[in-house]
């Protein structure tokens, strides 16, 4: 007969199992202390924090080994997909990254001096600026991104083709809420200002 958990530090009551997945553990937990307590989130919220964690050091770890940083990747990645000729304007790269246009212009600095991008005038509007991504940073985003996406797709494994659309669309559906209910649009790494 398998024993009951005892209790930890004088308290009488019997320690939770260790699930491995401590979510409902944490909600009914809640509930014994504080019935009435909203508890719902914590079964969405709590997973969802807990794999960007994961997703996010396990990304930066495999750019880590490519020797390129979040930022660049995404600088890079942004001029790549816009097609031939992988040129942007400032604005347009800090719309498309969802950051504000001080993190580009940074961003863009740092490419620049590591030879992954240019710089030019733009035509037509004062002070616009065109950024070009380079034969090296092409080089980069092309030995890099297979890496990067192919890493999440085997992470993601656990899941169907099936599944994965449905959480694409309802991770869309939050997240459109979430932003609209808090007035902020903007992404920024997790636990960042």
């Known amino acids: 007969m398998a024993s009951e958990p005892q209790a930890q530090d004088g308290d009488d009551r019997p320690a939770p199992p260790d ?21 719902s989130s914590i079964g969405i919220v709590t997973p969802i924090w807990r794999l960007a964690k994961l997703l996010g050091d396990d990304r930066r770890r495999v750019l880590n080994r490519a020797g390129v940083d979040i930022a660049t990747l995404d600088l890079l990645s942004v001029l790549r997909r816009s097609g031939p000729p992988y040129t942007l304007s400032t604005r347009e790269l800090s719309r498309r990254s969802m ?18 991008v240019t710089r030019r005038p733009g035509e037509g509007r004062p002070r616009s600026v065109l950024v070009e991504l380079t034969p090296t940073g ?21 899941l169907s083709p099936e599944q994965q659309e449905q959480l694409t669309g309802l991770l869309r559906i939050l997240l459109l809420d979430v932003q609209h209910r808090l007035g902020d649009d903007r992404i920024t790494q997790v636990g960042e200002e």
């Open 138 to 158: 092409h080089d980069v985003v092309e030995s890099t991104v297979d890496q990067v996406l192919g890493r999440e797709a085997e992470l993601l494994q656990a």
């Open 19 to 39: 699930s491995g997945y401590p979510v409902e553990e944490i909600a009914a937990a809640w509930q014994r202390e504080r019935p009435g307590t909203p508890v």
């Open 99 to 116: 950051v504000t246009a001080g993190a580009i212009s940074q961003r863009v600095a740092r490419a620049e001096r590591e030879g992954l």
